[in-house]
T-cell receptor, first 113, second 113 residues
Framework: EAQVTQNPRYLITVTGKKLTVTCSQNMNHEYMSWYRQDPGLGLRQIYYSMNVEVTDKGDVPEGYKVSRKEKRNFPLILESPSPNQTSLYFC????????????FGPGTRLTVL | QKEVEQNSGPLSVPEGAIASLNCTYSDRGSQSFFWYRQYSGKSPELIMFIYSNGDKEDGRFTAQLNKASQYVSLLIRDSQPSDSATYLCAVNIGSSNTGKLIFGQGTTLQVKP
């Protein structure tokens, strides 16, 4: 089954404690992205990657890091989380084929106290 | 001006009616346009994509694109209560197929039985 998985699904943490949200896809997709979704602001792209070792900033990259060492994995790293990073996070992947669907993961709800 | 704009709604229509969802975008070079549906607490799922001016139909859904007016819309015919969700318009920014997708805020659709 084609899928994007994220872990953890729910996380409550404290300010300044480094965390990583993992994302993995089993469709051999080149493109992967991270988004955050906030009420009234919609989905905003944090970072995206067009292939292994190729990443670029989205609209709201501040406070986040990513890496793409393997095609299937695209972890999101918060080195020093702050309360304004409390949000719902989605990972997504797709192939470069413009007609291909973008698959979203189930989401990670993060609360930073 | 936001890069992708949608009326947040809610848009309320009776069952069986046509629901019309609209989206405008600011980047004239954009080539790829997507409509996603998102149920509360779930991840977005792709409904349709469109690249060429005109209409594209898929079942009860029709996407319409007018690049001169920088406008893309989604029509849902014979609306059903199960169509009640938030509909997100997304635009692939720039003239080439990059991984950078910009989403609108989303329009909440309510279909009343």
């Amino acid at each position: 089954e084609a899928q994007v998985t994220q872990n953890p699904r729910y996380l409550i943490t404290v300010t300044g404690k480094k965390l990583t949200v993992t994302c993995s896809q089993n469709m051999n997709h080149e493109y992967m992205s991270w988004y955050r979704q906030d009420p009234g602001l919609g989905l905003r792209q944090i970072y995206y990657s067009m292939n292994v070792e190729v990443t670029d900033k989205g609209d709201v990259p501040e406070g986040y890091k990513v890496s793409r060492k393997e095609k299937r994995n695209f972890p999101l790293i918060l080195e020093s989380p702050s309360p304004n990073q409390t949000s719902l996070y989605f990972c997504a992947s797709r192939s470069p084929d413009t007609s291909d669907t973008q698959y979203f993961g189930p989401g990670t709800r993060l609360t930073v106290l | 001006q936001k890069e992708v704009e949608q009326n947040s709604g809610p848009l309320s229509v009776p069952e069986g009616a046509i629901a019309s969802l609209n989206c405008t975008y600011s980047d004239r070079g954009s080539q790829s346009f997507f409509w996603y549906r998102q149920y509360s607490g779930k991840s977005p799922e792709l409904i349709m994509f469109i690249y060429s001016n005109g209409d594209k139909e898929d079942g009860r859904f029709t996407a319409q694109l007018n690049k001169a007016s920088q406008y893309v819309s989604l029509l849902i015919r014979d609306s059903q209560p199960s169509d009640s969700a938030t509909y997100l318009c997304a635009v692939n920014i720039g003239s080439s197929n990059t991984g950078k997708l910009i989403f609108g805020q989303g329009t909440t659709l309510q279909v009343k039985p």
